[in-house]
């Protein structure tokens, strides 16, 4: 059950150009929030929009992700890099996404989108929320291919021998001397908690399907936002326990990560959300008109 890390971080290569998996993931969740987004548009489940508003929508909130997932990481993660070279900030390519960050960014895509539309904002949100979970696994997943995010060390049956997690001593070893100390149980000692998959499950799939079965039918107004909100942060909050702290730094307690600082007001603002929902109205779907020339 432990395994070693050898996935190449790129798909494939066309020329000089290199496709790697993490795009490819990016892609992927982007086509299912589109996917499912136009059934639940289909269904009238945001009265008023049709396809086309919601395609609008989809680029307002994918804007949302990338600006600030960005600057968020760099406000979040890496300030000091930022106050000393801000143009950091747009070498995308050297990674770095923060979830708050483009969670924000989300937040101010849809209120400006909703604004323009004459639209509660917590329609929208709750309308979105189901979409989002499967573009968060996927992420994770991508995390994991490209091996960064890992988890901590385990002793366990299972676990993932990340080459790029290894001490110093091994950095010299290339792919096949690696495989060959592998064989021999040697790197054992060294398997980490895939930490990224633990999050691909419960933000990806678990969430998903939550958000999916409980929007099933109309609710009040900040249930499924309020959902959402709090799992994302319980489950964040919990697998941060066996995940790396971000830059190897613990805030407090020795423990306690910025990932879980930043969950704290994501769970009470879950909170406060599904408080508010139990006098909160319905919005009851309103299926399309068809268009102009269809026929009954």
Known sequence: ?????DIDPIALSLGPIKVHWYGIMYLLGFTAAWWLGRKRIAAGRLPGVDANGFSDLLFYAMLGVVVGGRVGYMLFYALGDFLHNPLLLFKVWDGGMSFHGGLLGVLFASWYWSRKHRLHLFDTIDFMAPLVPLGLGFGRIGNFIGAELWGKYTDGTWGVVFPSGLPATLAPLDMTMLRAQFATGALNEYARHPSQLYEALLEGLVMFVVLWVVSAKPRHRYVIAGLFALMYGVFRFAVE????????????????????????????????????????????????????????
Do not use: E
């Open 1 to 5: 059950m432990i395994y070693l890390h």
């Open 241 to 296: 326990f066996v995940r790396m702290p971000d830059n190897g730094v613990y805030i407090a307690f020795g423990w306690l990560t910025k990932g879980q600082i930043l969950c704290v007001p994501l769970i009470v603002f879950g909170l406060v959300l599904l408080a508010l929902s139990r006098r909160a109205p319905v919005l009851q779907p309103v299926l399309p008109a068809p268009a102009a020339g269809a026929r009954a």
